[in-house]
């Protein structure tokens, strides 16, 4: 497999835009397979725009290394080229003294360069300093170039040509970026916006962010490697001949890729609608309820009764159904919304969601599952970010007893109704041995 990291020195640097800029040009001349590295849902979104291919998510904290690997090599496999862009700093991770966590981590496990992306804004010297301090902070990743980004104009790129030639003769200027208030992404309150109409997603702009920098001089950056993967499924094979509804549209889009695949494999047909746009629950015999941001459009789904009604049926009648973050919001029996407006919602739980104007994450979680846990087994690992509360007393069932992160209430987290389960925790399928086997268990 050939390919690249697309790294930063930092949060804020340009990675997404000059990613997805790159992916959608070279997807003109080759077939690109795009991953993110760490718990991001809207950066995948804007890869598999800019490529035509669903993109994943690496996480060496969620996933060990034989599982990263041939998930790498699986999804690359009829790819001429994978590109995968890094989480926050190239060294950021999971603790302050371990790479585990961070695109370092994932670079020198598939053996892959790196290309920095440096916002140089300001700077000219100390350019070079960054790029060299990078450089020999791990000398087991190879920065083998970099993409110098927020450039002012022409004196200020004259004298970074000058820094780069007297300091990184050896690095390779893959181009320069010039400062861009009109081709960049825009942001609300969980990250970028998010893009569930692939055809309408605005990467052509990105694509003129990017139109400097030299496509060859990344490709013989690919080329330079050719790592060896493994190729199978790694996910469990088993036939549920089941239908499983999964609602996907602006407020419900955070599902990692690899999930969707993981019950595909199973034998559940992922049976997508929009609730948001007042379409039906398909006839299903489970549900998966992902996040994004129902509480924009809660008063949307709190009219579609149809939605509501058939998802709390449903857990009345015992099927299996997880929600996750903004699942299980919804899942609760009301959602106030951030004007003070309470939502009428499923009611499995009953208890109501509340929007707060403070953040917590995204965290890594570390939880064990507990014998009521319908659904999962044994210790699980997975991330969590919180934009609300639930009004939850601590005397409900829980299906998680959280040693890291925040959970629900008083490190309980998962709300159980009989086979339905309410998290904030978003979990990767692949953090698991088999992921599915709890919606399959509870059909048979």
């Known amino acids: 497999m050939k390919g690249f990291v697309i790294a930063g020195t930092g949060s804020g640097v340009g990675k997404t835009s000059v990613t997805t800029g790159i992916m959608s040009l070279l997807s ?27 993109a994943g998510n690496l996480d060496s904290f969620l996933m060990d290394d034989d599982t990263l690997r041939n998930l790498v090599g699986y999804a690359s496999d009829d790819a001429d080229v994978c590109v995968i862009e890094g989480v926050r700093g190239l060294y950021e991770g999971f603790s302050g003294d371990s790479d585990i966590g961070s695109t370092a981590y994932i670079a020198k496990l598939l053996d892959l360069p790196v290309v920095l992306v440096v916002d140089a804004g300001s700077l000219t010297r100390s350019t070079a300093a960054i790029i ?22 022409a004196q200020h790129s004259d004298k970074l040509d000058v820094a780069m030639s007297a300091y990184c003769q050896d690095v390779k200027v893959v181009g320069k970026i010039r400062k861009d208030r009109e081709n960049t992404l825009g942001q609300r309150h969980l990250g970028l916006n998010t893009i569930v109409d692939a055809e309408h997603s605005g990467v052509e702009t990105l694509e003129r962010l990017v139109d400097t920098l030299d496509l060859d001089i990344l490709m013989d950056i690919a080329e330079s490697t050719d790592s060896d993967l493994p190729t199978s499924s790694p996910y469990v094979k088993r036939d549920a001949m089941a239908d499983i509804a999964v609602p996907f549209d602006d407020a419900y889009c955070f599902y990692y890729r690899e999930n969707l695949e993981c019950l595909e494999a199973s034998g559940f047909r992922v049976r997508k609608f929009s609730p948001v746009a007042g379409e039906r629950l398909p006839d299903a015999d489970a549900v998966y309820l ?60 009953g208890c ?9 994450g995204p965290t890594y979680v570390m ?35 959280v040693k890291r992160g925040l959970g629900i209430v008083d490190k309980k987290d998962g709300l159980i109704f009989k086979n339905t389960v309410g998290t904030y925790m978003h979990q990767h399928a692949l953090s698991t041995k088999d992921w599915a086997e709890g919606f399959y268990r509870r059909l048979i």
């Open 367 to 401: 939880a064990d599952a507990t014998p009521d846990n319908p659904l999962f087994e044994g210790g699980i690992r997975a991330h969590e970010y919180h934009y609300s509360e639930v009004t939850a007393s601590g005397n409900e069932r829980f299906g998680f007893d």
């Open 28 to 54: 003109k001349r080759y077939k690109v397979q795009g991953f993110k590295v760490g718990p991001d849902f809207i950066d995948p979104m804007y890869h598999s725009a800019a490529t035509g291919r669903p």
């Open 132 to 153: 060299n301090g990078f450089r020999s902070f791990d000398p087991d990743v190879r920065i083998a170039g970099v993409i110098l980004n927020k450039v002012s104009g």
């Open 352 to 360: 109501d969601s509340v929007f707060v104007n403070k953040r917590h």
């Open 290 to 349: 992902g996040g994004g941001y129902p509480e924009l459009h809660a008063a949307e789904i709190s009219e579609n009764r149809d939605f509501l009604d058939g998802v709390r049926n449903m857990a009345q009648e015992g099927c299996p159904i997880l929600g996750e973050c903004g699942g299980l919001m919804s899942l609760c029996s009301g959602m106030v919304d951030k004007s003070g407006t309470r939502h009428d919602m499923i009611g499995a739980f």
